[in-house]
DNA sequence: GGCTCATTCATACGTTCGTTTTATTCGAAC
DNA sequence: GTTCGAATAAAACGAACGTATGAATGAGCC
């Protein structure tokens, strides 16, 4: 037997890949190769290339929401409005790496999820839970508690647009041609940019209808 | 022959299909299909399928990036140091919809930007021509002298975020599980919404170090 | 030893893909 | 009327893909 459980291998192997590349970029022979299995490995425990997707981002995206659910449960035991500040680092802070500063497994995890959130394939979008949804949920009753004259179709915009920045790093890998542009600021800088940058934006005053 | 010509029927087609199903979910077939050409039309105009590509990019991001050089030379006309929206409002508005409201191929358009973006696969990148980078720099240098409190890094992690956010709608399409989310709103409120959303966020003071 | 069951392996199938090749069509130029 | 070149059409190629199948493997247990 492999030195640890073929299955995580397995789902190792996906997770590196399909962040880099896609989920249609990605052959279940690379996962394969890459875990050191045979190719009806993939078959075997999870069924198909779209179940083990699913899979994949389950094992991603489930601590990051308890992370969110978390960071808000605790804002809430402290105040029963937060301010906006708070709420973007709740939401936003484990988006950006669920990990410590300099972790690697961060960063290509927060890719991971911004390539599947982009991925125009079918199968890569049937993957959220009801955990997911209730968290979004919650985070959005917050925010219009703390923003009570943002109409809701903008407060929605906006929530969107925290997704959004998250994929900054995504559109820099491809954005690179410019001699000039610094390198893309490491995992702890750009999170902290980015709840600097979103918490200006989330209170900006309501758009002039 | 054809209504129109060939070429430009292959480069609607491919537009309409790469921006709904990126770059390695369409295939050819499917694009000459649509154009009403036959299969070998790609090879004869293009050469290949990333050369259709660029073309079908070149062909939408020109216009944008004449309108945003064009509103950056309006405005330094008129004062030598814009303000941060009226920055925002002639960078992004063009990437929202380089059209009129309502114009269904401006929405199209937006998306295939976003669409090529995000694409991982590596023929989607070399596409951007001398002039975006060169359009790009010159806001770059306007927005530093309007922040100039500003840190490099965080400059460009802040110019990366205005394109993310354009890529707003786009990961709304694959994150509507939710019920109660509105619809999302329609092109000229989003562009508002982004306006109001990215100076904010622009203008906002530096991240303390 | 013999059996079971979960796993791994090698292999093959059918499909779809991008590309190439060969033929055919069709005006216009001569 | 013939020639020529651009454009289109039809067919085929080799490769890569996801998936299914059936045999081999090997530990645990009677």
Redesign the interface.
Same mark, same amino acid.
């Given at each position: 037997m492999a030195p640890t459980d073929t299955r995580t291998q397995l789902l190792d192997a996906a997770e590196h890949l399909f962040a880099?590349?896609?989920y249609?970029?990605t052959s279940i022979r690379a996962v394969t190769e890459l875990a050191g299995a045979n190719l009806a490995a993939v078959g075997y425990h999870f069924g198909s290339k779209a179940e083990l997707l699913a899979a994949v981002a389950r094992r991603v995206v489930a601590p990051i929401t308890a992370a969110q659910r978390a960071g808000l449960d605790a804002l809430l035991a402290r105040a029963p409005e937060p301010p906006v500040a708070d709420l973007v680092e709740a939401f936003a802070g484990p988006l950006f790496d669920g990990m410590p500063a300099g972790d690697e497994g961060g960063a290509r995890r927060s890719r991971l999820i911004?390539?599947?959130?982009?991925? @125009?394939?079918e199968e890569?979008?049937?993957w959220?839970g009801p955990a #997911?949804?209730a968290v979004?949920?919650r985070y959005?009753t917050a925010f219009r508690r703390a923003l009570p004259d943002l109409a @809701?179709? #903008?407060l929605?915009?906006?929530m969107?647009?925290i997704?959004?920045?998250?994929?900054?790093d995504?559109?820099?890998v491809?954005?690179r @041609?410019?001699p000039?542009?610094?390198?893309?600021?490491p995992g702890e800088?750009?999170r902290?940019?980015?709840?600097?940058?979103?918490?200006?934006?989330m209170?900006?005053? @309501?758009?002039a209808p």
């Open positions: 880099e590349r896609g249609r970029g911004v390539t599947i959130l982009g991925d @125009p394939a890569a979008r049937s959220t #997911e949804d979004r949920e959005l @809701p179709d #903008e929605w915009f906006r969107r647009g997704l959004a920045v998250t994929a900054v995504r559109v820099d491809h954005n @041609p410019s000039a542009c610094p390198a893309p600021a800088a750009a902290r940019y980015a709840v600097t940058f979103l918490t200006a934006a209170s900006a005053p @309501p758009t």
